[in-house]
Each structure stands twice: as C-alpha cells, then as structure tokens.
C-alpha cells in the first residue's frame, strides 16, 4: 500500500465575511468540495453553523458565518484544501485538524451519520425548549400588562377633571357621636 491509498480523517474549519451573500459561500463550498473530490477524498459532512459572534475581531470583523467539513482523503488533501483557502479574499479563518490515520472510509462514514443524527435531535430539543421559553416569556407579559391594566384602570386619569360632589366628606369617627 502506497502512501496515496492512505486516507485519513480530517475536520477542516473556514469562517466567511458575515455579509458574503449565500451564492458566494457556495461557490466557496463548492471549490473546496471539488478539491476534495478530484484529489479522491470523500466528504463525510457538511454543515453550515450560520452567523456567530467571534471572540475578538479579526480583519475588522466582529462576526462570521462558520462552516464545517470533514472528510477523508489522502494526506496531500488538506495541503491542496488550505492553499486554496488562502487565496479566497472572503475567508476569514481556517483550520484544519487531522482526526485519525489509515481509517476505514465506511466504517468513518458510518460514525458521521450518527454524529450528525444526534448533533440534529440536539438540536431540535434546543429549539423546542427556546420555543416553549419564548412561549412562558410571552404569556408572562401578557399576564403583566394584564395586571398593569387593572391597575391603571383604578387609577384617576390625569386628564379627567376632579369632582368635589363625588367625594364623601362627611367622614365619621367611631369615637364621635353624631
């Protein structure tokens, strides 16, 4: 077995221009899809992160879109991978990171469908509790302006003229005989 048939694991990492239009981070996507293909890799994932807030600015930028790959491939792979990345203006980062040596193509294949099956129920569990806190949230207003409503209904309006008829001042105390 030559070193060319040996393939190994790798995550590579790339962050976009927060305002790069999605047919560009295509066309970036695609370009390093292609590299992989035509160097015999296969792409095991692909994920979109979406837009995130960086932890310190870089080229001025407080935010990017991160996108995920890993893949399996020869070790030329992300030699090829990461020159190309160098030459897109619109990256702002990327990292690459040799996950294992000599795998099984399948047998990695497999592991990625089911991290990528239990990173999506995350997921969707983590967007049905934001959406039943956005709920409670909201009926939580509600029944504060509810109150505040009620309350403000009790209250004479500054606008509506004082009524001197309206006011019992024959007030009575319980010691005074009337």
């Known amino acids: ?3 060319a048939d040996l393939q190994h694991e790798y995550e590579t990492f790339y962050v976009t ?12 996507s695609e370009k390093l899809l292609g590299a992989i293909e035509r160097l015999k890799g296969a792409l095991l994932v692909s994920e979109d992160w979406g837009r995130r807030k960086l932890s310190y600015p870089i080229q ?3 935010h990017g879109r991160y996108i995920y790959l890993n893949y399996v491939g020869p070790a030329a792979l992300p030699v090829e991978l990461e020159r190309s990345m160098g030459l897109e203006d ?3 980062r990327f990292l690459t990171v040799k996950l294992g040596e000599d795998v099984d193509v399948e047998e990695r294949r497999v592991m990625a ?3 990528t ?3 999506a129920e995350r997921l ?13 949230e909201a009926e939580y207003a509600s029944e504060r302006d509810d109150r505040r409503r009620e309350r403000d209904d009790r209250r004479p309006r500054e ?9 019992d001042l024959d007030v009575v105390d319980d010691d005074e005989e009337v």
């Open 17 to 28: 221009k927060p305002e790069l239009p999605d047919d560009e981070v295509n066309r970036i």
């Open 124 to 136: 969707a569990a983590q967007r049905a509790e934001e959406e039943e806190r956005a709920k409670m």
């Open 60 to 62: 001025r930028q407080n």
């Open 1 to 3: 077995m030559t070193t």
């Open 117 to 119: 099956r239990v990173r």
């Open 159 to 167: 606008d509506e003229e004082f009524d001197p008829d309206a006011v």
């Open 90 to 92: 619109n990256l702002i």
């Open 113 to 115: 469908q089911e991290r």
